[in-house]
């Protein structure tokens, strides 16, 4: 049983570059959440999705792009690579609201 | 947004000592959830508490929760190296999908 797995684990960009973070869950969970993590915070959410074919911003979504065109994919997007988006972004799921979250083991990206 | 505080930041303690965290929240909850992190991987679910709840137990695990003064404490008994973690507190947002609000964590240190 995978549960939730992100794909790549390590990335370097430049700036302007664009890439697509995977997220995959087999859970069958409905609600699917991108966080971001930088050194000495907590997560910060970006974007999340309550159900195939829906997503909202979070609290920072700016440079950020999503879609969950099926149930047990969630996808980030960044269009132009900023060195501000370097950091270790994480996706997580959950079976309803409230419930526990289930976490992938992380990405490490780096924009230089 | 940040909603929850850990404290304290860093805690360093021999193997066999219990460790105490702390953790202060803002606004009302239906449940709060406390996660552990290694260096460098993903989130673990530790333990879920409910705003009904007072006090919940798993393995060396201790959680209490005070509603009214807006509080969590999480307790591991009998620390071993193998604690050596950040733990992060967090509250689900109702506003943003049920998206986990964390604060920045505690960072344990437990030596042999």
């Known amino acids: 049983n995978a549960g939730v797995t992100q794909t790549p684990k390590f990335r370097v960009l430049k700036t302007g570059q664009s890439m697509t973070l995977l997220c995959a869950q087999d859970m069958n969970h409905e609600y699917m959440y991108w966080y971001r993590q930088d050194p000495g915070m907590g997560l910060r959410l970006i974007h999340y999705?309550?159900?195939?074919?829906?997503?909202a911003k979070g609290e920072v979504p700016d440079g950020y792009n999503v879609s969950r065109l099926k149930k047990q994919n969630f996808l980030l997007g960044l269009e132009s690579a900023a060195p501000s988006q370097t950091s270790v972004y994480f996706c997580?799921?959950?079976?309803?609201?409230?419930?526990?979250?289930?976490f992938g083991a992380g990405t490490r990206l780096s924009v230089l | 947004s940040q909603q929850g505080e850990e404290d304290p930041q860093a805690l360093s303690i021999q193997e066999g000592e219990n460790a105490t965290m702390n953790c202060s929240y803002k606004?009302?909850?239906?449940?709060l959830q406390w996660y552990r992190q290694n260096s460098g991987r993903g989130l673990v679910h530790l333990i879920l508490?409910?705003?009904?709840?007072r006090e919940k137990h798993s393995g060396r695990l201790r959680v209490t929760l005070d509603t009214s003064k807006k509080s969590s404490s999480l307790l591991i008994t009998a620390s071993r190296a193998a604690d050596t973690a950040s733990y992060f507190c967090a509250q689900s947002n109702s506003n943003s999908g049920y998206a986990l609000n964390f604060g920045k964590g505690t960072s344990l240190l437990v030596t042999p």
């Open positions: 508490i409910r705003s009904n709840e």
């Open positions: 999705s309550v159900g195939e074919g829906t997503t």
């Open positions: 997580a799921s959950s079976i309803a609201p409230g419930n526990i979250q289930y």
């Open positions: 606004t009302s909850i239906n449940n």
